[in-house]
Nanobody
Framework: QVQLVESGGGLVQPGGSLRLSCAASGTIFGFNVMGWYRQAPGKQRELVATITSGGRKNYADSLKGRLTISRDNAKNTMYLQMNSLKPEDTAVYSC?????????WGQGTQVTVSS
């Protein structure tokens, strides 16, 4: 059973940066796609960014330029570097890993952008 654990969330001022991590209990080498999603209060969960096993990256159009997704197969960890954070980025950020049709989700980490 794969377990994903996110970390790195917290309170940050507008314009600040955070790096989120998603650590897998086992190897991530076999995950076809990994990604970050977020859900703000009262809103539906939305895609933030994805990265394939081959390193191809995809970002939500509204977030391009402020985010960098990466994965380190040797450390079984995926990252999300977020810069120039805005109050509207406040949400619970969750990671997902997919192998074929099987999806695994982490429990989420809270990101709050506020002065």
């Amino acid at each position: 059973q794969v377990q994903l654990v996110e970390s790195g969330g917290g309170l940050v001022q507008p314009g600040g940066s955070l790096r989120l991590s998603c650590a897998a209990s086992g190897t991530i080498f076999g995950f076809n796609v990994m990604g970050w999603y977020r859900q703000a209060p009262g809103k539906q969960r939305e895609l933030v960014a994805t990265i394939t096993s081959g390193g191809r990256k995809n970002y939500a159009d509204s977030l391009k330029g402020r985010l960098t997704i990466s994965r380190d197969n040797a450390k079984n960890t995926m990252y999300l570097q977020m810069n120039s954070l805005k109050p509207e980025d406040t949400a619970v950020y969750s990671c997902k890993a997919q192998v074929g049709l099987i999806e695994y989700w982490g429990q989420g980490t809270q990101v709050t952008v506020s002065s």
